[in-house]
């Protein structure tokens, strides 16, 4: 894994933590959909999706959630 995918798992974790409080976890996926949707380049949102699809390991609930959405 490179270090550009490691900081993009770690920064899309982080914005789901920090937007997850008090919100159903479907609610916070779609925030943070909306959040990359508006922020993110699309080339780190295909990388994002590219390891979600291979692996998805390091991305906790919520983020798996909103990379599912994301895909679609």
């Known amino acids: 894994m490179t270090i ?3 900081s993009i798992i770690k920064m899309c974790n982080q914005i ?3 937007i997850g409080h ?4 479907i609610q ?3 925030k943070v959909v909306n959040h990359l949707t508006l922020f993110w380049a699309k080339s780190m949102k295909a990388q994002l999706i590219q390891y979600y699809q291979n692996d ?3 991305l906790n609930d919520i983020s798996k959630l909103a990379v599912e959405k994301l895909s679609q």
């Not at 008090?22 to 976890?25: D, I, R, V, Y």
């Open 4 to 6: 550009r995918l490691n």
């Open 56 to 58: 998805g390991a390091e």
């Open 28 to 30: 916070a996926a779609d």
């Open 16 to 18: 789901s933590d920090n």
């Open 22 to 25: 008090h919100l159903t976890p």
